[in-house]
């Protein structure tokens, strides 16, 4: 069975950084992502990485913020998180794709079949 493994959540001041880690169970993937859901709201999405064309997204909240990049020795993907703000402030789930898609298709959750258990990152003002 497929499973991710997110970490490296907290709680940060605004203007910080934060790393978050999604270690996979080794399959290979065609796209990884990184969504988020903060409370009472909807989830959203944020960055991912498509293995088929070799391209990163950003949501436009987040962009030139944070950076997703992947390790495939450790099967592991990241989310460098900096200049974080209050509204940062969510769950964030990593979530895995075996599907082959338009690349603007991994900008929603519906390609994504196997999703972690989140991590919560606050970030106070």
């Known amino acids: 069975q497929v499973r991710l493994v997110e970490s490296g959540g907290g709680l940060v001041q605004a203007g910080d950084s934060l790393r978050l880690s999604c270690a996979s169970s080794g399959r290979t993937f065609r796209a990884m992502g990184w969504f988020r859901q903060a409370p009472r709201a909807e989830r959203e999405f944020v960055a991912a990485?498509?293995?088929?064309?070799?391209?990163?997204l950003y949501a436009d909240s987040v962009k030139g913020r944070f950076t997703i990049s992947r390790d495939d020795a450790k099967n592991t993907v990241y989310l460098q998180m900096t200049s974080l703000k209050p509204e940062d402030t969510a769950i964030y789930y990593c979530?895995?794709?075996?599907?082959?898609?338009?690349?603007?298709?991994?900008?929603?959750?519906?390609?994504?079949?196997?999703w972690g258990q989140g991590t919560q990152v606050t970030v106070s003002s």
């Open positions: 979530a895995a794709s075996g599907s082959v898609h338009y690349d603007r298709s991994y900008t929603s959750q519906f390609p994504y079949e196997t």
């Open positions: 990485f498509t293995w088929t064309t070799a391209n990163t």
